[in-house]
């Protein structure tokens, strides 16, 4: 879902979080017990991304467009206050050694690179993790986000970029 607006960290179970300004735009991420959250905000102006399981509860107010993260998708708003964003997904269920090579691929890189990382287990004790990461340009903020679902061996794979138009 994007929003233009920025959402309340109430809203979510929040497990990492980190904030920075770059040149003219602030940002803060959440990796959530669900998802993922993005505020992108140069100014009074915002966007924030949110990809959660169970998104049901997150308030209609501001909410420009909501994609559900099923097979391949993208989205390009329409800028919006001098602001613009696109984003496309990937959903993919993988064999067992698929996933763990990923999971173990996705590990290293964000030790190596710095990205921001959630591991867990899920209620049948399968491993699962979130990882965000991001680079930062002059009027765009990129993200990646990848999260492993080891139940069901699912990844699911969105880049994003923010700009200011």
């Not at 765009?140 to 139940?151: A, P």
């Amino acid at each position: 879902m994007i929003y233009s607006r920025a959402l309340h960290p109430e809203l979510f179970e929040v497990r990492r979080r980190r904030s920075f300004r770059h040149g003219v735009y602030e940002i803060e991420a959440w990796i959530t017990s669900s998802g993922h959250v993005v505020r992108f905000q140069p100014d009074e102006n915002c966007l924030t991304e949110s990809v959660v399981v169970d998104g049901d509860h997150l308030p209609e107010t501001g909410l420009v467009h909501a994609l559900p993260c099923m097979g391949e998708k993208d989205f390009e708003m329409p800028p919006e206050n001098d602001l613009g964003y696109v984003t496309t997904l990937q959903t993919e269920s993988l064999i067992d050694n698929l996933y763990a090579a990923t999971y173990d691929e996705l590990r290293t890189f964000a030790t190596e690179s710095d990205a921001m990382l959630y591991e867990w287990k899920d209620e049948d004790g399968s491993t699962c993790l979130t990882m965000l990461d991001s680079q930062k340009y002059k009027k765009e903020f990129h993200i990646q986000s990848y999260h492993l679902q080891g139940g069901m061996n699912t990844v699911l794979r969105t880049q994003s970029i923010f700009e200011i138009v």
